[in-house]
């Protein structure tokens, strides 16, 4: 069983360290997708899935079923959140819904949005962005508008 409380105290250590080796390299040190998975789990009541998992990050149980959740996870140094896109989203992956967390300069979470599957595939494959129909990725800003804040 995990000990949530010492994973706490560790995840703000790795923050401070991260927020560091921002300040000093102006590189992210690549903690930000195991926070924001974390911060989901914790603040979205969601149960993480085993590590390496393809395609999902963690699982939601419903009356209908399971969903899982591929989650990503965005910081915003500042001043730096316009124009700003997702991780790579595979669509070749099983998932049901996507959850972003975005984290402020100092990787503590300032919201959190969720999007069906259906409308991230549509965005995804709108003609006319290498950076979607190749990579897979979303503008943030696309993922506010196709999906909806559940947190806070």
């Known amino acids: ?47 993480l899935a085993r590590p390496r998992q393809e395609g999902y990050d ?16 965005r910081r915003f140094p500042r001043g730096a959140e316009s124009g700003q896109k997702t991780g ?6 099983e998932w049901d819904q996507l959850v972003l967390v975005l984290l402020d300069e100092r990787y503590n979470p300032t919201a959190m949005y969720e999007a069906d599957r259906p409308a991230v595939e549509a965005a995804i494959r709108a003609p006319g962005s290498l950076a979607r129909n190749k990579r897979g990725q979303l503008h943030v ?3 506010k508008a196709i999906g909806r804040q559940v947190w806070p």
């Open 1 to 47: 069983m995990v000990d949530s409380t010492r994973v706490l105290k560790l995840l703000e250590e790795v923050k401070l360290l991260a927020q560091e080796y921002y300040d000093l390299t102006e590189r992210p040190l690549g903690v930000t997708d195991e926070i924001a998975e974390f911060e989901a789990a914790r603040r979205l009541g969601v149960q």
């Open 58 to 73: 963690a699982i939601r149980e419903t009356p209908g079923g399971n969903q899982r959740l591929q989650i990503k996870g």
């Open 88 to 93: 790579s989203i595979s669509l070749e992956k």
């Open 141 to 143: 800003s696309k993922v």
